[in-house]
C-alpha cells in the first residue's frame, strides 16, 4: 500500500519511510531520558521514569493510533522557524499568550528563547543527527517532542554554518490540538 504524503506548511520536507510510533518513542527516549534535567521534571510529576511520564505526556494524541512518516529536513534553518511550537501548558503559559501554539519565528526573540540556555547549549554542539517529532494539523506542522532542538534551528546565528541531519516523524491530526504535559501527579501506588 503506497503511504500517503502529508502537505504541510514545510517546503524542504523529503518523505523517507513509514515508521511506528514504537520506533519514534524509542528515538525520543535515547535523546532525552539520560538528561539529569528531565529526570528532575518525572520525579517532581510522581512518575516512577521517563517512559511512564512520556506516555502519559502524549497520551491525548493516542499516538499509538496515528499512522507516522519520516521525513528529511532538508533545509532545517529554513524551516524550523515555520514550525509551531509544542502544545504545552508551560509553553502556552510562558510564551503563547495563552494560544495553543505559535510559530517559532514568533518566538525566538522572547527571553524564554534568545535567553535559554540549554538552547544556547544545542547551539554549541548540535548533534550530527537529530530527530523532530510533531502532527499535521490543517497543514502546519505542530511540535509534540523536539522544542528546544528547534528553537535553536530557528534561531541559529547565519554566519555559523550548520551540518546536522534532521528528520522529522511526522502524523496527519484532524481534531483539535489538545494541551499536552502540565503540572500533573501520578495517583498514590501505596
Given at each position: 500500500?503506497k503511504?500517503?504524503v502529508?502537505k504541510t506548511?514545510?517546503?524542504s520536507?523529503?518523505y523517507?519511510?513509514f515508521?511506528?510510533?514504537?520506533?519514534v518513542?524509542?528515538?525520543?527516549?535515547?535523546?532525552?531520558?539520560?538528561?539529569?534535567?528531565?529526570k528532575?521534571?518525572?520525579?517532581?510529576?510522581?512518575?516512577?521514569?521517563?517512559?511512564?511520564?512520556?506516555?502519559?505526556y502524549?497520551?491525548?494524541?493516542?499516538?499509538?493510533?496515528?499512522?507516522?512518516?519520516?521525513?528529511?529536513?532538508?533545509?532545517?534553518?529554513?524551516d524550523?522557524?515555520?514550525?509551531?511550537g509544542?502544545p504545552?501548558?508551560?509553553?502556552?503559559?510562558?510564551?503563547?499568550?495563552?494560544?495553543?501554539?505559535?510559530?517559532?519565528?514568533?518566538?525566538?526573540r522572547?527571553?524564554?528563547i534568545?535567553?535559554n540556555?540549554k538552547?544556547?547549549?544545542i547551539?554549541?554542539?548540535f548533534?550530527?543527527?537529530?530527530?523532530?517529532?510533531?502532527?499535521?494539523?490543517?497543514g502546519?506542522?505542530?511540535?509534540?517532542?523536539?522544542?528546544h532542538?528547534?528553537?535553536?534551528?530557528?534561531?541559529?546565528?547565519?554566519?555559523?554554518?550548520?551540518?546536522?541531519?534532521v528528520?522529522?516523524?511526522?502524523?496527519e491530526?484532524?481534531?483539535?490540538?489538545?494541551?499536552?504535559g502540565?503540572?500533573?501527579?501520578?495517583?498514590?501506588?501505596?
Amino acid at each position: 500500500m503506497k503511504q500517503k504524503v502529508l502537505k504541510t506548511n514545510l517546503e524542504s520536507l523529503k518523505y523517507l519511510r513509514f515508521i511506528s510510533w514504537g520506533e519514534v518513542f524509542d528515538t525520543w527516549r535515547e535523546l532525552e531520558a539520560w538528561q539529569e534535567l528531565w529526570k528532575a521534571h518525572w520525579t517532581e510529576r510522581g512518575f516512577e521514569s521517563w517512559d511512564e511520564w512520556r506516555h502519559a505526556y502524549a497520551k491525548p494524541l493516542h499516538p499509538e493510533a496515528l499512522d507516522w512518516q519520516l521525513y528529511h529536513l532538508t533545509h532545517p534553518l529554513a524551516d524550523s522557524p515555520l514550525l509551531y511550537g509544542t502544545p504545552t501548558t508551560g509553553w502556552i503559559k510562558k510564551a503563547y499568550q495563552g494560544k495553543i501554539t505559535k510559530q517559532l519565528k514568533d518566538l525566538v526573540r522572547l527571553p524564554i528563547i534568545s535567553q535559554n540556555e540549554k538552547i544556547r547549549d544545542i547551539q554549541r554542539a548540535f548533534p550530527e543527527e537529530t530527530q523532530l517529532t510533531g502532527i499535521v494539523h490543517n497543514g502546519n506542522v505542530i511540535l509534540i517532542e523536539g522544542m528546544h532542538r528547534a528553537a535553536a534551528l530557528a534561531s541559529w546565528n547565519s554566519d555559523i554554518p550548520f551540518a546536522g541531519k534532521v528528520t522529522l516523524a511526522l502524523a496527519e491530526w484532524t481534531e483539535a490540538v489538545p494541551a499536552l504535559g502540565g503540572n500533573y501527579k501520578m495517583p498514590s501506588r501505596e
